[in-house]
């Protein structure tokens, strides 16, 4: 446990990515695979649910770090971190721990979902006495089910991929899906071994960065797969072995909240993958975001959710034919055989293919790409032809070409402390838009500042406060940001009666004065244009 | 017998005031940081440790006068006396008695041994004006040779991975401390001009540091990799980094004990090192006063009053201008940390 969570310090300290692999696979190097299959698992981000309720934790370590309830709230404002404030506050170990990792995670960790209350605050106490800060802090982490730590999937793929040998882009294959942290996964993921035990594995996606500048440096767009760009859930489409799976990109199986996708399933042939969008899609066209977020929110799916919001998968790609990877043949060869497959599933109704868009010059696309928001689309993917689907989000073949997002001036109306790194700073806004003479708030966002802008804007706050609601701050309305956005709606939840998707600070407007900006009109105008 | 009015803490009866934060006639200074000593008093008086210092801040037409540690000094029948006070050189606890009744003002104080400075000493009083820069529980230093460990420990390892080490503190006193507390035998100590200047003075009052030298002073082939540079805070992702080459930097604060603070200030290494008492320091410094009224100011004012007054103690917070709002004061040099 103290190596894995120098492993953590290591990798928190540090924003180069050749040192965090250096750390990753200086540990995987020198632990037992018990140990090395935890860290890998959690490294990526498979973390446990919660596994202590907050209530009962805080009671605890209050217990146990002798504070009275207000003082450990007081001091909670200041770390900005339930883990971490734990760690700081609980008094020094009177012991100390040479267990390994995986002894603190099955032995400890993961049985005190069954325990009572009792036993689970017995465990809790022990292990917090044989723990130094460092470990308190990722042990607080894991129990919390908040474990994080600054590493992507890929560093850790290279990581392993540096101490096994293997291929990265293999490795990268194998860790995805659903798998067991055991020994035997360990030596499965780090053998050279290639014969695949688990039908549900999905590939690794192939991502796009958004294109920069003049879209002309991609010279002939005639070298170019063009396809809309679909507002969905990203997802694949598993046919192996007479079963259908459906991930998502956040590798969670998704397979049950779509019955009418995993029906689709059986019209497919055997080895099947299908790289694609699923959308909420009614009359040959998608529908608003929202009703998949509608569906989505359900625990239980009814009837009536199943006939208002029908789902269907909108095909990018086919990963697998036949059951043989042919991620490496080029997009034209894989778009032809996804086509077939397309067609011969055309009965279900639930399987689409991105239709290609056609046009003879970058203006011409330009132009079609201005009509994306009336398509319900958020712009154009671009892939080049010839090339393979790649292993991540990579520079050259793909490119996400998205219409320009909406923007609004807003005033800064409230302000109240971020969490964690931004702890103590004033870095979460609200927003408000004129509504005749009164402000009304309309969006919240925490992006999109520099540092340094967020230091001035947090300075401003403390310097012209006016009310203080708990943490929050009403302040003097007169900095004016540029506020841009993905998508707008009417709502009747929202006081000022719409409702936007993902809000950021595009601009610090200094330039403009609270009088200067927008109208609740003029942002209502934007519905449905 | 002290208030708190626009100009700062002032003792009507004897006239003067103590750190004041606007020009006045005659200032009693706690120490020579610039939130406690302001420009432009007609006359200042300090411990005669701090006299030094004092006038490499205030410069050479300053009216400074010194006293003995502990030497009473009387003004209109008011009795002050200064006693260390822990924090850096010169650093003196404020004693002021008139009538039987005695209030000590602490300034800033640490209650760890810092061979830059004189120790704490506790000085009974009724009524003690205490600082609360770190006034919560969470704040609690470790042994302080265990941070030079890693502070030498980072240095070395540094060296091995061939770059230089970039140290920040604030220029006055924390520098001092973390220089007198490196190993001198693992590499050269080079210093930024402003804390190269306080080192002299340091050494002419009579402190004990390892050779140093200053970083403008060295021939153009230095091998960088191996030097440890202290540098203030503001040099942090400045052009003045540029020369060293490769560099891992640290910061050296009591604020590097919370993680979000560590990663807010791009630093690769955050140490844990402060010239302020911790929260155990400011409750045992409190006790040995024998004060039964305390009163509190700067930082985490609120919880250590609430938890003085729910310990049976006369306690009140002081509205002073030593610091602006909590944390974030280790990002500027108005605050000494």
Known sequence: ?529 | MLRVTPDGLYCKAGDFYIDPWCPVDRAVITHAHSDHAHAGCQRYLCSEDCAGVLRARMGPGAAIQSAAWAAPISFQGVTVSLHPAGHILGSAQIRVEHKGEVWVVSGDYKLEPDPTCRPFEPVRCHTFITESTFGLPIYRWRAQPESFAEINAWWRANQKMGRASALFAYSLGKAQRLIAGLDPTIGPILCHGAVENLNRVYRESGVALPPTQYTGDVAKAFDWSRAIIIAPPSANGSSYLRKFGPVSTGFASGWMRIRGTRRRRSIDHGFVLSDHADWPGLLSAIDATGASCVMATHGYRAPLVRWLTEHGLEAMALETRFEGERDESGDTEMVAE
Not at chain 1, 277 to 291: R, S, T, V
């Open chain 1, 1 to 529: 446990m103290k190596r894995f969570a120098d492993l953590y310090t290591a990798l928190d300290e540090t924003t180069k990515t050749s040192a965090k692999v250096e750390a990753i696979a200086a540990y995987l190097a020198s632990s037992p695979p018990e140990d090395a299959v935890w860290a890998i698992n959690f490294l990526i981000g498979r973390r446990p649910k919660r596994l202590i309720e907050i209530r009962k934790l805080r009671a605890w370590a209050i217990e146990e770090a002798g504070v009275p309830d207000w003082l450990f709230d007081e001091s909670y404002q200041a770390v900005g971190d339930l883990a971490e404030l734990i760690a700081l506050l609980l008094p020094a170990p009177t012991a100390t721990t040479g267990l390994p990792l995986h002894y603190w995670v099955e032995e400890r960790l993961l049985p005190l979902r069954g325990q009572d209350d009792a036993r689970r605050r017995e465990s809790l106490i022990g292990a917090w006495r044989e723990m130094d800060e460092r470990q308190r802090f990722v042990w607080n982490k894991l129990i919390t089910g908040a474990f994080r730590v600054g590493v992507s999937q890929s560093l850790v793929v290279r990581a392993v991929a540096q101490v096994s040998g293997i291929d990265a882009n293999v490795i990268s294959h194998r860790v995805m899906g659903d798998w067991a942290p055991t020994p035997d996964f360990y030596a499965q993921l780090t053998g050279a071994d290639s014969s695949d035990a688990d039908i549900s594995r999905p590939y690794p996606f192939c991502l796009a960065y958004p294109i920069e500048g003049d879209i002309r440096q991609l010279e002939n767009p005639g070298d170019w797969q063009v396809e809309w760009k679909w507002d969905g859930i990203r997802s694949q489409l598993i046919r192996r072995r007479w079963h259908t799976f459906l991930w998502s990109r956040g590798e969670e199986l998704i397979t049950e909240r779509f019955p009418e996708l995993e029906a689709l399933g059986s019209l497919l042939p055997e080895g099947t993958v299908i790289d694609g969008e699923i959308l909420a899609w009614k009359d040959a066209a998608p529908m608003p975001f929202a009703q998949m977020q509608r569906r989505i929110g359900r625990k239980a799916l009814s009837e009536k959710m199943l006939r208002d919001v029908p789902a269907a998968i909108v095909a990018y790609d086919l990963l697998e034919d036949g059951g043989h990877d042919i991620r490496e043949s080029p997009l034209e060869t894989r778009r032809a055989r996804l086509a077939e497959i397309v067609r011969s599933a055309s009965q279900s109704g639930h399987l689409i293919l991105s239709p290609a868009v056609e046009a003879a010059s970058w203006e011409d696309l330009e132009a079609l790409r201005r009509t994306s928001r009336e398509r319900g689309v958020e712009g154009f993917m671009l892939k080049r032809f010839g090339s393979p689907y790649r292993v991540g989000r990579r520079r050259g073949d793909w490119w996400k070409w998205k219409v320009e997002p909406y923007s609004v001036d807003a005033v800064l109306l409230y302000a109240q402390p971020g969490s964690g790194k931004r702890a103590s700073l004033f870095t979460d806004y609200t927003f408000a838009i004129w509504d005749k003479d009164e402000l009304v708030p309309f969006a919240k966002a925490y992006s999109g500042l520099s540092d340094e802008e967020i230091r001035k804007v947090d300075a401003f706050v403390r310097r012209n406060t006016i009310e203080k609601f708990g943490p929050v701050r009403s302040v003097k309305p007169e900095l004016v940001f540029e506020i841009a956005f993905e998508g707008i709606q009417k709502s009747p939840r929202h006081r000022s009666g719409i409702a936007v998707r993902f809000p950021r600070m595009a601009r610090w407007r200094t330039d403009k004065r609270a009088a200067d900006a927008d109208t609740i009109d003029t942002v209502k105008a934007l519905i449905g244009s």
